[in-house]
């Protein structure tokens, strides 16, 4: 069966520090992977997306990048963190072989900045 | 600009009653319809999916699809306090990779 990780589950930063998300996917081979965020009371806002290694597509422009190093692999990466960066970071993933591409979402990171 | 819309709520329900989670949709190109739950601190659960006009049924939860309305929504039978969470409506066209998500919808289900 498929399994999602995400780490750090939470994470207190403070403003002006960089930031290193990890998002990994087991049992499964070339996912589409996406990084969402969900601040306080609100919805759900795509980050990124990425149909393979390498392959990376911003949907917001922000002081936020994405990486993709290995198949099943997804880092969420920031130079220096503001404070409207605080928020409930999600990882999903779809497999692409099923018509529906149903989205599966990892456990999450809350952020904190301060 | 797609849009998906859902009541905010709270729906308040007695255990045991029928709780009727609805959502609309703008994209007339829309194919695959998705119901998530998503309990206060946790991360969205797929609980449901659909991509045919009409029922679907699995356990308690029932989705249906209107496509010619625009109207996709979720019924939960015999309503339980573990189902008082954020249930979200995702919606996807065909050939995109990326799903349109409502707000969501608080339900409450009191003893």
């Known amino acids: 069966s498929q399994t999602i990780h995400q780490w750090p589950a939470t994470l207190v930063q403070p403003v002006g520090s960089p930031l290193s998300l990890e998002c990994t996917v087991e049992?499964?081979?070339?996912?589409?992977l996406y990084w969402y965020r969900q601040a306080a009371g609100r919805g759900l806002q795509l980050l990124f997306y990425?149909?393979?290694?390498?392959?990376i597509s911003s949907e917001v422009p922000q002081n936020l990048s994405a990486s993709r190093p290995q198949d099943r692999q997804f880092i969420l990466s920031s130079k220096k963190l503001l404070l409207s960066d605080s928020g409930f970071y999600l990882c999903?993933?779809?497999?692409?072989?099923?018509?529906?591409?149903?989205?599966?979402f990892g456990p999450g990171t809350r952020l904190t900045v301060t | 600009q797609k849009e998906v819309e859902q009541n905010s709520g709270p729906l308040s329900v007695p255990e045991g009653a029928i709780a009727s989670l609805n959502c609309t949709y703008s994209?007339?190109?829309?194919?695959?319809f998705f119901w998530y739950r998503q309990y206060s601190g946790k991360s969205p659960e797929l609980i449901m999916f659909?991509?045919?006009?009409g029922d679907k049924e699995d356990g308690r939860f029932t989705a249906q699809l209107n496509k010619a309305s625009q109207y996709v929504s979720l019924l939960i039978r015999d309503s339980q306090p573990s189902d008082s969470a954020t249930y979200l409506c995702?919606?996807?066209?065909?050939?995109?990779?990326?799903?349109?998500f409502g707000r969501g919808t608080s339900l409450i289900v009191h003893p």
């Open positions: 999903a993933w779809t497999p692409i072989q099923r018509y529906a591409y149903e989205q599966y």
């Open positions: 049992g499964t081979s070339n996912p589409n």
């Open positions: 990425s149909v393979g290694i390498g392959q």
């Open positions: 994209d007339r190109g829309s194919q695959s």
């Open positions: 659909i991509y045919s006009n």
């Open positions: 995702a919606v996807k066209g065909g050939g995109s990779y990326i799903p349109t």
